[in-house]
């Protein structure tokens, strides 16, 4: 899978997700562009884009989204916050299916 996650998210989880392409918002050179744009830059160059951000689902027209979205809810960024995710985000990264959205919570 090609992955890409947001600029919110650290980058030690790269190599967390070793079997898959995975880069991050801003080595593509789109760190702070709206989600709007962000998401339409994400078509068509990857599978699944991984963020924190609850409202991208609220804010977009996900419907015929040519991705999956993972979000990651945890009680901050730190990589060290996000660690207990890291197994579930692996599975949900290799069952992802476009058009998507896996929510994934620490303790489910």
């Not at 980058?11 to 070793?18: A, E, H, K, N, V």
């Not at 702070?32 to 804010?59: C, H, K, W």
């Not at 809810?73 to 896996?102: C, D, F, W």
């Amino acid at each position: 899978m090609r992955v890409i996650l947001d600029e919110c998210l650290p980058r030690r989880l790269l190599r967390d997700l070793p079997d898959h392409a995975v880069t991050t918002v801003p080595r593509c050179g789109w760190g702070g562009i709206d989600d709007g744009p962000l998401l339409s830059r994400i078509a068509g160059e990857f599978d699944v884009f991984v963020t924190m951000d609850t409202n991208v689902i609220f804010q977009q027209n996900l419907s015929a989204c040519p991705f999956c979205i993972i979000v990651l809810h945890a009680t901050s960024n730190r990589y060290e916050s996000l660690m207990p995710l890291i197994p579930a985000l692996q599975k949900a990264v290799n069952v992802a299916n476009a058009g998507h959205v896996e929510h994934l919570h620490i303790g489910r």
